[in-house]
């Protein structure tokens, strides 16, 4: 599909009910998603594009999507969810000026061996965070399949992942970055961002892989984030992640304005 506008909606689900994403582009072309409201037990809106060798035949990426305005709860999941299922590609997703109450997670990428496929330019900024697990939340062992035809030597390329301007509020995780060993998450970029642990010492106190960041098989810079991140993500001064500063197509699109009279 191609050409799509979601527009002012509201989508509700009890917050524990699995499988019930609130919007969900497979493979999907030119597609705007702004002033929405959702209450979800899965993905408030999670991007697609086919599953395994099944995605990677067909072999249509997801793209050019804007997605503005969102407000989201969803306790057991992603505000933005890209993938697991990314096998025919997700590239040029633009993400601004959103709302995440009481969620899993912001914008979370997932992947697995067998996928093949690619995820890359993915640009986030502007998000409003409260009551979160996760802030930044990257999984490459998301590894359920369709079948056992998959091929165990499709790797899911990770490249291009840009994040700025975020303000989040009693949070457990700042970061959970988990590539694929032999296979990492390439060019990460974090800017200006935020974070406001719910219980600093506690978790300070707690093992390793409990602290504020979590960092495996990953790669990229950050700058003006607080707390400081792992290792694998280091400062770099006087960095702004890029945003993209020309418009979609499908931004440019407006509603008719009918008129009505009795």
């Known amino acids: ?115 093949g496929g690619f995820v890359k330019d993915i640009f986030v900024k502007g998000l409003n965070l409260n009551t979160m697990k996760y802030v930044f939340w990257m999984t490459g062992s998301y590894g359920q399949h369709p079948d056992d035809k998959f091929d165990p030597k499709a790797l899911p390329k990770i490249n291009g992942i840009n994040y700025r301007d975020i303000t989040a509020k009693n949070v457990t995780i700042a970061g959970q970055l988990e590539g694929i060993s032999n296979d990492p998450y390439t060019g990460i970029c974090i800017s200006n961002v935020t974070i406001e642990m719910s219980n600093v010492e506690k978790v300070e106190k707690v093992p390793k892989k409990k602290l504020p960041w979590n960092c495996t098989d990953v790669s990229g810079v950050t700058s003006n984030v607080v707390p400081q991140p792992c290792a694998l993500l280091p400062e770099k001064e006087k960095l702004e992640c890029p945003y993209p500063s020309d418009k979609l197509a499908i931004e440019s699109v407006k509603f008719k304005t009918c008129s009505f009279k009795r």
Do not use: H
Not at 61 to 71: N, V, W
């Open 1 to 115: 599909f191609s050409n799509i506008i979601v527009n002012g909606l509201t989508i509700l689900a009890p917050v524990d009910s699995p499988n019930t994403d609130g919007i969900n582009p497979d493979s999907c072309t030119n597609v705007r998603i702004e002033d929405n409201y959702i209450v979800s037990g899965d993905d408030c809106i999670a991007i697609k594009s086919g599953w395994d060798e099944y995605g990677i035949k067909f072999g249509k990426p997801s793209q050019k999507i804007i997605i503005r305005r969102l407000t989201c709860i969803s306790p057991d999941s992603a505000m933005i969810a890209l993938g697991s299922e990314m096998s025919g590609g997700i590239q040029d997703v633009r993400a601004e000026d959103l709302t995440a109450i009481n969620t899993e997670s912001a914008v979370r990428i997932k992947s697995a061996v067998g996928r």
